[in-house]
């Protein structure tokens, strides 16, 4: 057990033991209960035995967090105000007259400046700090010094200081008023947990101000303080312990209802005395009344409080309205921001390939993903962050979510199409360019020297023609085999834009003097094509020659197999298929010349495939038909 702990747990026994001490005290006196009550007795110990309990858990479980040890101070001070009350010492009197005041003072408006995290909701909040602790002693002496209170220290001149202390109330107002601003500033950032204290104070409002009424005193009031370190404390260490939205909404719900209940009941009482006899029973009338008006009232309220808390779940058309709205505004952008808006959460994001299309909030440790289907396929996921207290979306939220994610599927799915046919077409300005400057290196390098020595040989026989016959008859010669050369390139570059041959002989004439160049003995080959083809766009033909091409090529020298079939079939696709019937060697690893098939397929919005099966090899191209 480390140093924190003891402490922690050695503080929390004093101020049960000082509470307990009290009690004796006022039992050994003999007070009455309404004696120990207006002594503040009661109070002092109910508040003392609350905050020294949960500081000592928060001190034990979070020993980092100054909102447990400031608990604890608090604690101590209520518990010797407690125990100095009864006993009939003037020192012992001071001493509890000035240990409480420090609780209003400094603690409490300071946990609530650092709740949850002990830390300050921002550095601008470090002077607000500095003035509420600078300035905590002028209440305390205020409050120490006032002759209403017992045990007081007589201060000289203390009412001629009234503007002073005027100042100082003003400075205590303030101070709690801080803490309030800052858990209001923390709940703007997505902080939940600020929602136990607004449920604390809930509670109080609902069972101890009525009682104040009833009894005729505020003492009762002072019962309702041990309720905010109690939520603290769950706020803290068991934040999830609940839906503390789903608690805040029914209770507020429930007190707006009964102020509603209250202001119609005591108008109706007020007006019915003037207008009906008593002994038609006002009360009674009054109560009736009540009833029949307020029975609608309860779900327009809580429909209200729940908007205020979980936003629009409850309006699933209104969430798919606003998505809409967005989606042709903003963009996904826009729709992130909306969902998350509209439903509260404190993190919505798109992905799809795992890549982040759109992102709004922060994300937290609890994420829901959603699904997001086109067409029987899974384009994408929605990601929901779970607010803080609940440890899972609801039913309702569900709801709301199935039904944005239809539009949400289909603008992924375009976005999608869209950021493929950009790539598309930087893929196709790559080719374009990689082909142009291709054929300048081939045209500078290779049949431009060719036909300037071509030039230069013919000059110089022309020179030589009347002086050196064997002279120029050699170098004709040159010329004749360097003409035959830049004849060989010129072929070559004409045969990379687009084979010869599909032009002499069609696509089946060129894939079978293509495979029979190709496919040599041992290697059998069987060619299974149609007598005819329809009239194919030149694209078409071209990409089916290159890949029949390529996958032969692989086959002859990779496959080890004893023969290949090339299939070619024409309906409302062309079909280019290579099988063979080699070894299996495990799958295929992806080549230069793979690559290149699968993106000739791509290019015109047709399918590749390609892979070992059970009876060998296989590659296989579904070109759309064009006519061009």
């Known amino acids: ?7 922690a747990s050695g503080l929390g026994a004093l101020v049960v033991a000082e509470a307990g001490a009290a009690v004796v005290v006022v039992l050994r006196l003999g007070w009455t209960w309404q004696q120990a009550l207006d002594a503040f007795v009661v109070t002092n110990s109910a508040m003392a035995l609350a905050f020294a309990v949960c500081g000592s858990v928060l001190a ?6 100054p909102i447990g040890w400031l608990f604890l101070a608090d604690g101590l001070g209520h518990a010797t105000t407690a125990l100095g009350m009864p006993v009939d010492d003037p020192l012992v009197a001071t001493i509890a007259a000035y240990a409480w005041p420090w609780s209003i003072g400094l603690f409490l408006p300071l946990a609530l400046v650092l709740f949850p995290d002990g830390r300050l909701p921002s550095r601008r909040w470090l002077p607000v700090v500095v003035a509420i602790v600078v300035t905590a002693p002028l209440f305390v002496v205020e409050v120490a010094a006032d002759p209403a209170v017992p045990g007081y220290l007589k201060l000289p001149g203390y009412a001629e200081l009234g503007p002073l202390w005027t100042v100082s109330e003003t400075r205590t107002l303030g101070a709690l008023l801080a803490g309030v601003v800052a858990l209001a ?9 600020v929602l136990w204290l607004l449920l604390a104070a809930s509670v109080a409002a609902a069972f101890v101000v009525p009682w104040s009424f009833v009894a005729g005193t505020p003492v009762f009031v002072l019962l309702s303080i041990p309720l905010i370190p109690i939520a603290v404390t769950i706020a803290i260490v068991r934040h999830q312990l609940l839906d503390i939205r789903l608690v805040v909404s029914r209770v507020l719900a429930w007190l707006l209802l009964s102020a509603v209940v209250l202001g119609v009941y005591a108008a109706l009482v007020a007006v019915l005395d003037r207008f009906v006899s008593a002994q038609l029973g006002r009360s009674v009338v009054a109560t009736v009344v009540v009833a029949l008006l307020v029975a609608p009232v309860l779900p327009r309220l809580q429909r209200l409080v729940d908007r ?17 709205e967005h989606l042709a505004g903003e963009g996904l952008a826009g729709v992130v921001e909306a969902v998350r808006v509209a439903l509260r959460v404190p993190h919505v994001a798109l992905t799809a390939a795992d890549v982040t299309l759109a992102s709004d909030g922060t994300r937290p440790s609890n994420v829901v993903e959603v699904p997001l289907v086109y067409d029987g396929a899974v384009v994408g996921e929605l990601h929901v962050g779970v607010r803080t207290g609940e440890s899972t979306l609801g039913a309702a939220d569900r709801n709301v979510l199935s039904l944005v994610a239809a539009p949400l599927a289909v603008a992924v799915h375009a976005t999608l199409l869209s950021t493929q046919l950009q790539a598309s077409r930087e893929r196709l ?7 142009r400057r291709r054929l300048r290196r081939d045209l500078h390098d290779g049949l431009g020297p060719t036909l300037t020595g071509v030039a230069l040989s013919a000059d110089a026989a022309t020179n030589l023609l009347a002086t050196d016959p064997d002279r120029t008859r050699s170098l004709l010669t040159g010329v004749s085999a360097d003409v035959r050369t830049a004849i060989a390139d010129v072929r070559r570059l004409v045969e990379d834009l687009r084979p010869p041959a599909l032009d002499e002989l069609g696509l089946l004439g060129a894939l079978r003097q293509r495979a029979e160049t190709l496919v040599r003995t041992p290697l059998q080959l069987r060619l299974d094509v149609p007598d005819t083809v329809p009239s194919l766009s030149a694209a078409v033909e071209v990409a089916a020659y290159r890949i029949a091409t390529e996958a032969l090529t692989n086959v002859v020298r990779h496959a080890k197999a004893s023969s290949v079939v090339v299939r070619l079939r024409c309906c409302e696709e062309l079909e280019v298929e290579i099988t063979d019937d080699g070894p299996p060697n495990g799958p295929w690893r992806p080549g230069v010349g793979m690559q290149a098939m699968r993106e000739r397929a791509a290019e015109l919005g047709g399918a590749f495939e390609a892979g070992p099966t059970a009876e060998g090899g296989r590659v296989l191209a579904r070109l759309p038909v064009e006519v061009p």
Do not use: F, K
């Open 60 to 65: 034990w479980h979070r020993p980092r967090n």
């Open 308 to 324: 205020a808390l979980y936003g629009d779940r409850g309006d699933p058309a209104r969430v798919v309205s606003r998505v809409s």
């Open 185 to 193: 500033v923390r709940y703007r950032r997505g902080e939940d947990s």
């Open 429 to 435: 300005v790559t080719a374009r360019e990689e082909e």
């Open 1 to 7: 057990m480390n140093v924190g702990r003891v402490l």
